[in-house]
């Protein structure tokens, strides 16, 4: 049917949303078919077809759809659109190598351009710089436009760092948080909670972990000094995943997991807030109050009929000890599933690790021996070992002091020298920069404690470029 066929549609601001959230997904998903399968597969065509459509139906009442891309955002006019942003990691990628910063759809379009710009946008040159603009020409693709960061301008010629991934990263682990406590806020006030939300979150960290990206871990080092129940769980499922993919877990196992140990201590949003924050130790009362809180998180994961039954068993399971130790008490005494024992481990040396209320945050070092030496029973063996081997001696993490006196932030273990991982150092221009020690005439004298100081010194390293 001809285009100019259809007539002007109206559509409220929230359902122009809706349908462009729905059209980054859409692309997200033709760009992973298109590696999977050729164009004529009927996956691919199925998919081409729907993201067609549904730009087709956002045309009919706007002049223009335009999409923008910066290193983590994708942005809908002056929209971020937080969700998609989390888990369309792959096109994100995908805009950076090709140095796409935004792309307009115009009336007119038809299915076969579509068709032909994903073959463009999928075609892994390795000339990331090459003009995209003219390639759409030659495609004889009209009602596609791109606009691309030149050489030269802004941003443009900076590299791909590992410093620039970890800024991003950060910008993501914001979202997540954020995304995160509107999910908290929802439970809290009985309202319906939005999954999709929690699936971005768990997908932005699973897709970053199974592609190796160790900075995922080394986001978990802002944790020192907040004590909030999101940044709690979003560091729990970093390590959970991160353990869980080092066990071998497929991708599946790793999303259900990850979802589990998002969502276990959302059920503190009906403890009492006095009794979460309270400074020193909890009477007896006010701990029976708080060892509530894991049935009140399977109770409330219990009203979401999509989600997997895994997370409900975290929830009602992360404080139940390898030894059956810990609350609640079960009358089964069989031990808990793989997924809790991961997340009890994760959970375990976060909330060590972190500042609490009633304790100052342990050494990384010093939670693992803790938790090694002073309660080994209450974990599962096998898994304990494989967490302390992934963290490394010195943990990822933890705020080094170097051989020439400088401090550094360890990001990522060296697997054939424990003892010299890579590490982030600010030197004299103030600048980050990435050190492998194994290469390097520096080594470790000690590791400091966060405690020693008044700044956030791993916040510190971490965020500076
Ligand atoms: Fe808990
Ligand atoms: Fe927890």
Redesign the pocket.
């Known amino acids: 049917m001809p285009w100019q066929k259809y007539k002007e549609v109206r559509m409220s601001t929230e359902d122009h949303i809706v349908l462009v959230k729905k059209i980054v997904s859409l692309l997200m998903a033709c760009s992973k078919n298109l590696f999977l399968y050729p164009i004529g597969h009927p996956q691919t065509r199925n998919g081409i077809e729907q993201l067609w459509q549904n730009i087709f139906a956002f045309l009919r009442s706007r002049p223009l759809l335009v999409l923008s891309f910066s290193d983590c955002e994708i942005f809908f006019e002056h929209d971020l659109l937080v969700d998609e942003s989390l888990s369309c990691q792959a096109l994100l990628d995908i805009c950076a190598a090709k140095r796409i910063n935004r792309i307009s759809f115009l009336p007119g379009l038809t299915q076969n351009e579509v068709a032909a710009f994903l073959v463009l946008l999928n075609k892994s040159d390795s000339d990331g710089a090459g003009d995209f603009t003219a390639a759409l020409a030659e495609a004889e693709i009209s009602h596609i436009e791109v606009k691309r960061l030149l050489p030269g301008q802004a941003g443009a010629d900076k590299p791909h760092s590992p410093g620039s991934s970890v800024k991003a990263h950060q910008q993501q682990y914001d979202m997540a948080l954020t995304g995160l406590g509107e999910v908290f806020s929802q439970a809290q006030n009985e309202q319906p909670i939005a999954i999709e939300r929690v699936d971005a979150i768990v997908e932005w960290l699973v897709s970053n972990i199974v592609s190796g990206d160790s900075t995922m871990v080394a986001l978990t080092a802002l944790r020192q000094h907040d004590e909030y129940?999101c940044h709690?769980?979003i560091n729990?499922a970093i390590l959970a995943v991160a353990l869980a993919h080092k066990l071998g877990l497929d991708r599946q196992r790793l999303v259900w997991l990850g979802t589990g140990a998002l969502l276990?201590?959302i059920g503190?949003i009906n403890i009492p807030k006095e009794i979460i924050n309270k400074p020193g130790r909890l009477t007896a009362d006010e701990w029976q109050i708080m060892k509530r809180h894991p049935v009140e998180s399977t109770q409330i994961l219990s009203g979401l009929p999509t989600l997997e039954s895994s997370a409900l068993i975290v929830a009602f399971e992360?404080?139940i000890g390898y030894d059956l130790s810990g609350y609640p008490v079960r009358s089964q005494q069989r031990p808990p599933h793989l997924f809790s024992r991961m997340?009890q481990i994760t959970?375990t040396y976060?909330?060590l690790t972190s500042k609490r209320s009633y304790h100052a945050p342990y050494l990384p070092t010093e939670a693992l021996h803790y938790m090694l030496c002073v309660m080994p029973q209450a974990f599962d063996p096998i898994l304990l070992k494989l967490f302390v081997l992934s963290l490394g001696i010195y943990p990822v993490g933890s705020v080094v002091k170097l051989s020439n006196d400088q401090l550094a932030l360890v990001v990522e273990e060296n697997q054939n020298d424990l003892l010299r991982p890579q590490v982030k150092i600010v030197d004299d221009s103030g600048r980050g920069r990435l050190v492998d020690l194994a290469g390097s005439p520096l080594s470790v004298k000690q590791i400091m404690s966060p405690a020693d100081t008044e700044v956030d010194l791993a916040k510190e390293l971490l965020t500076t470029s």
């Open positions: 129940t709690h769980s729990v276990h201590d503190k992360h404080h997340v959970d976060d909330g």
